[in-house]
């Protein structure tokens, strides 16, 4: 354990040869030559076999054993790993992190079977149940599976994982009306989740930013953080089921029976530092031919609309997006499951040899293209993101970060939005302006719990209140038989009592009244307005002190005209300034409003910006940055 293994090897040779036949003394020198630089492990294995005999009903030879065909790599060592911790679980199922590791490994349907046989025999034990439950789900024996799960949930209702895995079998089944309820008591409990089965069931189509979360997330955190994951994903807000759920768990069943990893102990998958040794194809120079061929016929398949940077001369290096274990082990998927995963099947698929085939998918985002090539020379003979014409790499980058629903959406709409103070200030009301498109919105809160929803016919508002913070903003739109969706982070401004502040600025043309309601009824979409009409800006004003029943305030209106330069800069105009002073009888919220008369502006984008100083307390307040076209 210190490390000194030169005197622990004089120790443990002088005991071997003083009881050659003591298979604890044999397991200790063993694991001498397993830390044993280059070729111990080699004279470990023999070791240790001998140890193994001697005792049989002593796991520990047996692990150790499996450690040798750890380090060993390959299709030989790793069979030795396999048959050493199935020996050592049929002993101990808790012993040391043998199940961890037997999970590291390759696993066919002949694996697991015989796992299933080996935990069986410790029938009654909460852990070998549940793994055995959990394989018998893998192996889609269902009828197997559902009644020892339901047995593991009476028995321990507090524990999320029976929930979690019988949620999963009844969602691979079709049955996710049976299963949202049970996946939603997972979720609840997933406090107690320690072995994080419900991230592990999730985490092949988190984004990066998920993923780093996730890290260093308290565990009390965990509930909500897997709720507004899904409330993210979430297709269609009308149908109370958020098919997507189900959806995932049956693409997961379906990567892994047509794109399990071949070899996921293969030093392509362990190693960086391989990767980068073997820089483009790791295959000889007499294969490449081949490549070539094939590299011709994939060019010509279709041109992504997606940027990439210069593909270097011949087959560009596999996209590598890992430190030293790729995410393919994590997954136990090779790169077309992963993306099989994210995004389902591809509209077009063009399979150019039992190694190489191209996959691409026509988004609203654009036409992405990713070509995957079989790797040689230990690379496991798993096909790979290796891309080869201009476009695929941006492309794989986005594939294997980004996930999406089956359900077509297709519509792209815009839309904007305004804030003010609700009754008191305890609360704020968010109107949202969408683009044409009869909408329907909501509001998640941190807890992933829905706090507001509404809807509105296409040129309408819709209207959330809640109380001030961050939240998951949800908005569907939808025109003729076409479908959008917009799902994103919302600050929920604060206008709190006795504080002078400023809400959002609406903006209309024509002859429009000084009245919320009505600004807000002939909002335009996508911000652009005719210059030859005149302008009708509308603000709040909240918290402005009180002299004997009036209030005092100096307005100024602050108009930025940018357009684009030659290189796509934005170039800055002077500002237009537009100042008042106002006098008005007190009162929680002061109306501001401003006609701009046709010709005071040219035409072109502007940001406009009002600011206020109370001419009692001297404070200051401005306004968010309303963006708009003159045209």
Known sequence: MAGDLRRARRLAEHLASRHPDDATTLTVLGRVWLAWPVFGRFRADSILRRAAELAPGDPAPFFYRALVGLRLGGDDGESVARRALVHVIALDPHYA???????????????????????????????????????????????????????????EPDDPAPRAWLARALYEQGSDRAAAPVYAAALRRAVDDTGSLLWRQVRSIASPSERARYARLPPGERPAFLRLFWARRDPDLRDSLNVRIGEHFRRLVEAHRRFSLLHPLSRWNHSRLWRTLQGGLATPTDERQGYDAVRTDIAGVRAPRVADQAVAAGL????????????NLEDGLDDRGRILVRYGEPQVRHVWSLDAETWAYDLPQGDFQVTFLRRTEDGGGDEVVTPVVAGEAASARYLLTTDRPDETTTLRFSFWLAAFRHGDGDSTELVLFPDSVRALAALFDAGGQETARDSAAPDGAVRLTASPGSYLLALDGSRARQRGLYRGTQTVPAFPPDTLTVSSLLVASGDVPADRRALEAAAPAGLRLPARRPLRLYAEVYGLADSAGIARYDAAYRFERTTHGLFGGVVHHRVTTIAFRRQLPASTRAVESLVVDPGQLPHGHYRLVLDVRDGLSGARAASGTLEFDLH
């Open 97 to 155: 992190d043998a199940w961890t590791l037997w999970q590291t490994l390759y696993r066919d349907e002949g694996a697991r079977a015989t796992m299933v046989w080996t935990l069986a025999l410790h029938a009654g034990d909460r852990d070998a149940d549940l793994w055995r439950a959990g394989l018998l789900v893998e192996l889609r024996r269902y009828g197997r599976a559902e009644p020892l799960l339901d047995s593991l949930v009476s028995a």
């Open 316 to 327: 560009a290096p596999r996209l590598d997006d890992s430190t030293a274990q790729t995410v």
